[in-house]
Every structure is written in structure tokens, then in C-alpha cells.
């Protein structure tokens, strides 16, 4: 209110040519409202096209160009200006609303109509009349006379000196709008007359200069107003535009223009996403990295919650660049793991390990071969060559005298008992070695023997490596792979030692050594770890082979001809020679010692027995020694008899011997229990001998001797014995001559010369033992019979009864001439004639000398 | 000077004369006695290839596998084919079915050996008319396989072409061999 006054109390201002100022002000206000914006503004000033909101407003911007402002733009002008307790500008605002809605709700007819005169107005000059018809038509002329009294004489020239387009468009604008608002609204603004009434005088009461606005505000908006008062008061509010917008403002709307440019342009790129994109650009890496600098945890923990996923999904996007991101840092990140916990990355891999080194196997065994062949080569022999020890020593420990020579030999020589066999059956000679590639079969290195037959290397190559396929192909079951291992050919044979991209093919005549076959293997292990690239990637050209390369074949060469001991096995050999030599000078003469001392035993061990064997010296410790050709007798006996005696005795068991008789012949003492022990232990050793069974008593010097002895020879021996105890002065002899007896008798029946049943096994087979065991007996067979039992009982009956035993003896195999029979009437043995008569009718035995026997001194 | 050893195969159905070219080119010989190679024959010729290469004169020993000729029933052994430089794929001009075979032998043979290289000979041109010849050329050709070096008609019996077809093969392994790897 206080800003109308100001503005009204300088009636100068509109005397000024305002109008452009005004339009501009008008503009800006409206810009920098947020309410709807003249878009014809955008229009004129940037030629920038923005999409219409609506194709009414489209149209409406179009047509209102270079217009003076329609009126709600004004009000609203005039309502933001204005301080906001004005009560003026509080009705202009309770109205604006209402006509915007009504414009909005307007029926399409209306528009149509506003529109279609809108047209009229931008069409050129000559629509003009119809244009004035038009003004006509909608009661417009009152507005001419109403303007005069309003307007300064100034404003009224400048009226109508505009241009007609602009001051036509203005009123009919105007017009439009008013009536629009009459027409549509009348109801609408039937409800708070008095309110705007109110106000309105209120305004009226304050400024005088406002009279007429408040005069003919009221009744602008009575429903029974005409419109030229409205239409009045909207010059007026023009011109109070101006009057506030002072020509000051043009450069505040210059630099308003430029803000507004600029702010369209943040708008652009602020709504645009292609815009803020490029606005982002250049700085989203810095903003990062200075909020990564600033607050790093922060960064990481916003980030943290989607990372996995954001991985997870880039690899599914692209995963070829995600491997290609990451390859470089693997190997790495790996080993770091390794160095960190080597466990977990163990516990990791390990289950696919397996599978894995299959894979490798069947993407690229040779690789595979190579790579392991030094190692497993080398385990697998140890490990056989460890088995194969085992048995060897199994078997070489049967003895045998060959055996042990070779084992001898094998151990000077240095080499296994079953390599000798095989070296002795067959001597070997490696003739060639061909290092020959694997798939092509050409020769990469070769060695062959200067004095034998050289041999076409390549066309074996060929052949070897044809028949290694050959084999491969269609022997070997498919999934399976093994290797060709030799060619054996009469006392030949080609050795395949095969490993990934070559192999080493050996010609060798007799048998090979498993020394030189591990060799063999050594060097191809020793050929692959050096030069495997060159090898792999042969292709014909010998120059691309390393000459380093065929030493070593040279030296395999030179391993495998027979007489090639390396320096080392010699010396080993000559040390062993000089060892078993010593051992030699040791050895034999304790051997020949060891023979004698064991002959000299076996000597001594003779000799004493024979000395214990004789009765007379039995007793007496007597030891023989024997030195080489002394036998030494040391001990004690009693008498000069009995030294002789073991003298002689020593000397018939060993006969070449020098007798050197140490034996003391020394007096016993004089005891008397000495000498009666002595006569008893005589006695006892003689009742050991066979048919002597004697008893004596030694009294002060004297033995009495008792008892029997089967032969006269024995009891001189026994009376000899005895006299020859020291302390013994006389023997006394009282022994019976007891020739050998046999109790064994047959009886018979009456008259009978038949041997009862019951005496043909065990008796029989009594007498046939006794001749057995004494073969230096011969037998009597005696025949009785007793006449005083029966008349038959003759001397006829009693020689057949006899007859009929040596009858049956004789069956049993003895020899005839040690039988004698004979026949007699007599009591048998120890048969008396009060005894019973059975007795008498049997067969005895006598046993007799064969030396002494007689026939004559038979009884008859 | 250093002697150059390559492996070439002789590829082929049975009976297309294979043998027999080898035995023409080694010992310039000929037999009509058919005799079947069983598994594979080993020849080798040293070839003198005058200024040639870097290192000047150069010798190289062609290993000439001769392959038992493949029936319907039993194909090449690929083992054989392995680290072949070179391969000569025989047909029989006589028989069209051995010349319908040849692509099949050079496309299984490089598969093998990728940097191989391949003549072809239609053997027993002596037995047909020159002027069928060309119509059988069309048979056995494999587009777009720049492996394979030519393609001639041979006579074993005559020799024609038959040094020819070797002395491509050998001054190719050659070049080959010069190139840098």
C-alpha cells in the first residue's frame, strides 16, 4: 500500500514513454515467479523452442507476443510487488485464483473464441476491421471514452500513437479475459462482495490518487459493472507498473535475463541425465578421491555391503574382461596366500588336484611325462632296485660251492650275484644310441661303435619310431598307455627308453647289465632336464641341437663296452684283492692249526677210551695228549705192570705215534681200606663182564674170591686183577666153573616126538636168539625119553624128539653145522627119579664152543 | 654344410601307388607287381638344394613314410602322420574314388601337422586320355587351403612329374625350414 502511494505521489513517471520498460519488468516479475512464465519471452529474446505445457498455452504464448500482459499476469505482478499487507494487492490475490480456474475450467468454447481472436490480432493489417467489428461486437467501444479522464495526455497519446497491433491486442486482451471471467465466474464472486467492497474503500480512504481505482475496482467486480471500468482499471495498473518500474530497471532486467539464461542452463543440466552426466564428469574421479582421502573408513564401509556384488555382476557381464582385469594380479595374490597359509590354499586346491593332473595328462602328456620322468624314474628304480636286493639275497644265500665263488666274485667286482649269472651266460656290447624324436622319428643325437658295422641311423630312427606307434595303436588297449620298452632280436636287442618328446633307443648285443639299463635311464633323465626345449622343437636341423648334448651319450657309450672298469671299481677292486689276501695269511695257517688241534683231539679222544676200556686201567687217571707226532701219557698207577700195560695199550690204538709214557708207577700206601676198596671196585667192574658173578673178601692182605664165571680165561683175569692191588699179598681163588646153561626145554607126550603146539613160537624163537647172540656157540640138542613110563619110550623115540627140534631150528635159517643132536634113555639135568615122568620124556640144550667142540665127548 | 632331415607321408587309398612313386623318384624303377606295404615303408633320398637358405648350400634327406594305403574299413594310423613336414596325397586317376578321397586325406593330415605342406598326384596318368585330366583336377580340389602347394598328374611308370612333385615338396620344406621362427 505504502509502495502505491510512493508511486502514485510521482505522476511524472507517467509521462514517460514506459511501455518496453514495462514489458520487460512484467517479464521478469513473471520469471522469477515460479507461477506459470510468459513463454513468449523465451521466444522473443533466446529463440530457444521449450515444449509448451499445454497446446492452449502453446497457442496462447504465441499469440500474445510483443503484447502488453494479459491481466492475471498483471495482478499477479502487482500482488508480488506489493508488500504483502496490502490489502489491495490480498483481493487482486483472492481473485487470482479464481480466474485462473475459471480460464482453466472455461468451456472449450470460450477458448476457442479467445484463441480465434488472438488470431485475428497477429494476422497482418487489413484484419483489422474485423478486428474493430470484433471490438464492436463485444462491447468494447465504451473503452475509448472511459480512457481520457484515467490516463495523463501523455499516456494517452502514447496510446494511441502505439502501435495499433499492440494497443488492440492489449484491450482486447484485456477484454477477453474480463469477460471470460464475467461470463464463467459471476456465481463464483457472488460470495465475498463485501469483503472485496471493504477492502476496496479502504484502499480508496488512503489514497487519493487511488480514488478512481477504488471507485471503479468495485464495480469491476459487481456483477452489473459494465466492462469499460475494468478495463480502466487495468490501464491504470499499467501505468502504476510503469511508474514503479523505472527505467532504472533496464539493466536490472538486462542482468536478470542473463541470470535467467544461466539458470535455464543448470535447469537443463540439472533435469537432463545426458547433461548432468558431462556436468559430472570431470569431477565425480576427485570428489571420490578427496572423500576417500578425507574419510576413507566411510568410503569402505559404503562400499563394503555391495562390493561382492558389484564383482559378482560385472563378472556376469563381462567375464573375459573381468579375467582380463584380475589375471595379472593372481599369480600374486596366490603366492601371497601360499606364503600366508599355506594350509588353507592346500586344503583348497587339493581336492582337484587329482582331477587336475588328469586333465594336464590328457591335454598334454608328453608334457606331463617330461616333467615327472626325473623324478619317477629315479623313485621307481630305487624303490625296485631295494625289492630286487631283497630277493637276490634270498636266493644267494643258498650255498652251494659255485654259488659262493660267485658270490665272491660279485662282491670284488662289486656288482649283484644275478647280474654275474646274466654276465657270465652272456657278455653285452651296446653297439649304437640313438636319441631319436618322438613323434617324427628323426635322429636328434646318435652314437655308434667306430669298429663295428655302422648302421643307417635314420632309417632305424624311422622304423623304431613306426613301430613304437604301431604298437601303441594297436596293441595297447585304448585309455591305456604304456611303452614299447625292447626289441629283442636273437642275442640282440634294442633298449626304449622313452620319455615326453624323444626317446633314447640303445642297440646292444648280449645281455645288459641292470647297472647300465639304470644308466641308460639316468642319462635320458639328465638329457630331458637340459635341453628339453631344443628337443621339443625339433625339426631336423641338427645345428639347433646343443653339442653339450652328445657327451653325454659318448659316455653312456663308453659305460656300455665290456671292458671299461672305471678307475674307482678298479681301486675298489684292488683293495678287496689286498684285503682277501691278508685275510688269506690269517686265515690259513688257523685253519691248519684248527685241523691239527681237531686231528690231535681225535687222537687223544681214541686213546683214552682204549685206556678206559682196559679193565686193569680203568681206574686210573691216565690222560694221553697228543702234540703233532708225541702222544704224551701222564697219570699215576699203582705198579710198574699196569705203566707197561698203558703204554701198551696207548701204543696199538695209535700207531705212528711217539710214545712218550710219563706215567708214574708209584706204591699205593699201605692202607688197608684203600686196598679193600680197591679189591671191590675190581670185583665189581668184573661181575659187569658177561657169565661172572663173584663176591670177595679182603682180609689184612688176603682176598678170598667166591662165586662163577662161565669161562676158565675169566677167573685167571679176576685172580690176576686182584694179586696186582697194591696191599693185596695173596688171592684166594674158589670159583666155579659155570658153563652157559639154557633152561629152555621142550616136552612131549608119550611116545611122541611131536613138539606141542604151544612150544613151537616163543621157545623156539629163545633157542634161535641165544644162537644169534652167541655166534660163538654152537648148540647140543639132547633128546629123552623115559622108558619106566611106557614101553615105547625108547632111545629111537628120544633121538627123533631131538631130530625133530634141530629140524625146526633149521627152518628158521641156522647154520647146520652148529647143531648136534643126540638121544638117551638118562634123566635129563637136574631131574631125579622122584620126580614126575613128564619131566624126563624132553629135548635140552647145551651150549658148546664151536672151537672146542667134540662130538666124541657127546653122551650117547 | 649341415644335412636337414624331414619327415613327409605318402597318403593314400590302397593301391594308388604310392610304393611305386617312391620307387621311381629313389631308384627309377618301376614293377606292375602289386605288392601291399603293411603298416609303413621307410625310404629317404638326400636332396641337393643349390644356394639356398642362409647358410648357402644346404643338403636335405627327405624320410619318406610310405603309409599303407587306408580302406574303407581301416583308416591311417594319425601316430604315423605325427611330425611329418611334408605330405604327398596320392590318388588313382584310374579310380574315382580314390581321387574323391584326397581332400579327406590332406584336411586329416593337416589337422596333425597345421604347418605341414601337401602336394597332390593323381597317379596313372599314362592309363586315361590327357584330355579327361582336367576334369578329374576339378575333383580333387581343396578351396581355400593355401597348405596345399599344386597339384599334378604323375606316372609312376612313365615318371612323369614325379621328381617334380617331390622337388616342390623338398624346396618348400626349405623355405620353410629358412623361415624365422
Known amino acids: ?860 | 654344410m649341415s644335412t636337414i632331415s624331414k619327415k613327409i607321408c605318402l597318403i593314400g587309398d590302397f593301391g594308388v601307388g604310392k610304393t611305386s612313386l617312391i620307387r621311381r623318384f629313389i631308384d627309377r624303377q618301376f614293377s606292375d607287381r602289386y605288392l601291399s606295404t603293411v603298416g609303413v615303408k621307410i625310404s629317404r633320398k638326400i636332396i641337393e638344394q643349390p644356394e639356398l637358405g642362409r647358410s648357402g648350400k644346404r643338403e636335405l634327406q627327405l624320410l619318406m613314410w610310405d603309409i599303407e594305403g587306408s580302406t574303407k574299413f581301416k583308416s591311417i594310423a594319425p601316430s604315423y602322420l605325427q611330425g611329418a613336414k611334408g605330405a604327398i596325397i596320392v590318388g588313382d586317376v584310374t579310380r574315382q574314388e580314390t581321387l574323391i578321397a584326397m581332400p579327406d586325406h590332406a584336411r586329416n593330415f593337416l589337422a596333425i601337422n597345421p604347418q605341414g605342406s601337401v602336394t597332390l598326384a593323381l597317379n596313372k596318368s599314362d592309363l586315361v586320355e590327357a584330355e579327361k585330366l582336367p576334369r578329374l583336377l576339378q575333383l580333387v580340389q581343396v578351396p581355400h587351403e593355401a597348405r596345399i602347394l599344386a597339384t599334378y598328374t604323375t606316372s609312376a611308370k612313365s615318371g612323369q612329374d614325379v621328381d617334380r612333385i617331390f622337388q616342390t615338396l623338398a624346396d618348400n620344406l626349405l623355405e620353410q625350414h629358412e623361415l624365422p621362427v
Open chain 1, 1 to 860: 500500500m505504502a509502495q502505491l502511494e510512493d508511486t502514485s505521489a510521482a505522476p511524472a513517471a507517467f509521462s514517460k514513454p514506459v511501455e518496453a520498460p514495462i514489458e520487460r519488468f512484467l517479464d521478469l516479475l513473471a520469471d522469477l515467479q515460479i507461477m506459470p512464465r510468459p513463454k513468449d519471452l523465451e521466444q522473443n529474446t533466446d529463440g530457444e523452442k521449450v515444449p509448451p505445457q499445454s497446446p492452449q498455452q502453446f497457442e496462447y504464448a504465441d499469440r500474445t507476443a510483443d503484447v502488453a500482459e494479459v491481466s492475471p499476469d498483471i495482478t499477479q505482478a502487482v500482488e508480488f510487488s506489493s508488500p504483502p499487507d496490502a490489502s489491495l494487492s490480498t483481493v487482486e490475490f483472492s481473485l487470482l485464483p479464481d480466474a485462473n480456474a475459471t480460464v482453466d475450467r472455461a468451456s472449450d468454447a470460450s477458448v476457442i473464441e479467445i484463441l480465434e481472436f488472438f488470431e485475428s490480432l497477429a494476422a497482418p493489417q487489413s484484419a483489422l476491421p474485423d478486428v474493430e467489428k470484433m471490438f464492436v461486437d463485444t462491447n468494447c467501444a465504451p473503452i475509448r471514452p472511459l480512457n481520457p479522464p484515467i490516463l495523463g495526455d501523455s499516456e494517452q497519446k502514447r496510446l494511441e500513437s502505439k502501435p495499433e497491433l499492440g494497443g488492440w491486442g492489449a484491450s482486447a486482451k484485456l477484454h477477453a479475459n474480463l469477460q471470460t471471467l464475467s461470463e464463467a465466474n459471476i456465481e463464483n464472486l457472488d460470495d465475498r462482495p463485501s469483503l472485496d467492497y471493504r477492502l476496496i474503500s479502504d484502499s480508496v480512504e488512503n489514497s487519493g490518487s487511488a480514488i478512481v481505482l477504488s471507485a471503479t475496482a468495485p464495480n469491476s467486480l459487481t456483477p452489473s459493472a459494465s466492462d469499460d471500468p475494468t478495463v480502466a482499471v487495468e490501464h491504470l495498473i499499467e501505468l502504476l507498473q510503469e511508474l514503479l518500474l523505472g527505467s532504472e530497471l533496464a539493466e536490472v532486467r538486462e542482468s536478470t535475463l542473463v541470470l535467467e539464461r544461466k539458470l535455464e542452463i543448470l535447469q537443463h543440466q540439472i533435469y537432463e541425465p545426458e547433461e548432468l552426466l558431462n556436468l559430472l564428469m570431470p569431477i565425480i574421479a576427485n570428489l571420490l578421491s578427496r572423500k576417500v582421502e578425507v574419510s576413507r573408513d566411510e568410503i569402505c564401509q559404503t562400499l563394503v555391503p555391495i562390493i561382492d556384488e558389484v564383482i559378482q555382476k560385472s563378472i556376469k557381464r563381462d567375464g573375459h574382461a573381468m579375467s582380463m582385469a584380475l589375471a595379472s594380479v593372481i599369480p600374486a595374490a596366490i603366492s601371497q596366500q601360499i606364503r600366508e597359509a599355506p594350509a588353507e590354499i592346500a586344503k583348497a586346491i587339493a581336492p582337484e588336484m587329482g582331477a587336475a593332473i588328469k586333465q594336464q595328462i590328457v591335454l598334454e602328456r608328453d608334457a606331463m611325462v617330461d616333467a615327472l620322468y626325473p623324478v619317477i624314474g629315479d623313485t621307481i628304480s630305487k624303490y625296485l632296485a631295494e625289492a630286487i636286493r631283497a630277493i637276490n639275497e634270498k636266493v644267494a644265500n643258498t650255498l652251494s660251492m659255485e654259488g659262493i665263488q660267485r658270490k665272491i666274485r660279485a662282491k670284488v667286482q662289486g656288482v649283484s650275484e644275478a647280474e654275474l649269472i646274466f654276465r657270465e651266460a652272456m657278455p653285452f656290447t651296446i653297439q649304437a644310441i640313438f636319441l631319436i624324436h618322438k613323434s617324427s622319428g628323426l635322429v636328434i643325437a646318435e652314437v655308434q661303435r667306430s669298429d663295428g658295422q655302422q648302421l643307417e641311423s635314420e632309417m632305424v630312427a624311422g622304423m623304431l619310431t613306426a613301430i613304437r606307434s604301431f604298437a601303441n595303436d594297436c596293441i595297447v588297449q585304448p585309455g591305456h598307455t604304456s611303452e614299447l620298452a625292447e626289441i629283442d632280436y636273437s642275442n640282440s636287442k634294442i633298449i626304449l627308453e622313452v620319455a615326453g618328446y624323444c626317446y633314447l633307443a640303445v642297440v646292444a648285443q648280449g645281455e645288459l647289465p641292470q647297472r647300465l639299463i639304470a644308466k641308460i635311464r639316468q642319462a635320458l633323465g639328465q638329457i630331458i632336464q637340459r635341453y628339453s626345449s631344443p628337443i621339443e622343437s625339433f625339426d631336423g636341423d641338427p645345428d639347433t641341437i646343443p653339442e653339450s648334448l652328445h657327451p653325454i651319450l659318448r659316455h653312456l657309450m663308453e659305460e656300455g663296452q665290456p671292458n671299461s672298469p672305471t678307475a674307482a671299481k678298479s681301486s675298489y677292486g684292488a683293495l678287496v684283492s689286498i684285503g682277501l689276501v691278508a685275510l688269506g695269511l690269517i686265515l690259513i695257517p688257523w685253519g691248519i692249526y684248527q685241523y691239527r688241534y681237531g686231528a690231535d683231539r681225535r687222537l687223544e679222544t681214541q686213546v683214552a677210551m682204549a685206556l678206559a676200556s682196559a679193565p686193569d686201567l680203568a681206574f686210573y687217571p691216565i690222560t694221553p695228549k697228543v702234540n703233532q707226532k708225541t702222544l704224551k701219557l701222564t697219570g699215576q698207577v699203582p705198579n710198574e705192570h699196569l705203566r707197561q700195560r698203558a703204554a701198551q695199550v696207548a701204543t696199538m690204538n695209535t700207531p705212528g705215534l711217539t710214545l712218550n709214557n710219563r706215567v708214574v708207577a708209584m706204591e699205593m700206601s699201605q692202607d688197608q681200606s684203600q686196598a679193600a676198596a680197591e679189591v671191590r671196585r675190581i670185583a665189581a667192574i668184573m661181575n659187569q663182564m658177561t657169565g661172572v658173578a663173584i663176591s670177595t673178601r679182603y682180609t689184612a692182605g688176603r682176598v678170598t674170591v667166591e662165586g662163577t664165571v662161565s669161562r676158565m680165561v675169566d677167573a685167571t683175569r679176576i685172580t690176576q686183577s686182584l694179586e696186582q692191588v697194591p696191599g693185596v699179598r695173596s688171592v684166594s681163588s674158589t670159583l666155579k666153573f659155570q658153563p652157559f646153561r639154557i633152561e629152555t626145554r621142550f616136552y612131549f607126550n608119550i611116545a611122541s616126538a611131536e613138539i606141542v603146539p604151544l612150544d613151537r613160537g616163543y621157545k623156539i624163537q629163545q633157542i634161535k636168539s641165544f644162537l644169534d647172540q652167541n655166534p660163538e656157540k654152537s648148540l647140543q640138542i639132547i633128546g629123552h625119553s623115559s622108558p619106566a613110563s611106557s614101553p615105547l619110550e625108547t632111545q629111537t623115540i628120544a633121538l627123533q624128539r631131538a631130530r625133530t627140534v634141530e629140524a625146526t631150528l633149521l627152518k628158521l635159517g641156522v647154520d647146520p653145522l652148529r647143531l648136534k643132536v643126540s638121544g638117551t634113555t638118562d634123566l635129563p639135568t637136574g631131574v631125579e627119579v622122584a620126580h614126575p615122568l613128564w619131566l624126563s620124556r624132553c629135548v635140552e640144550f647145551v651150549p658148546i664152543a664151536i672151537a672146542n667142540q667134540s662130538p666124541s665127548k657127546m653122551p650117547k
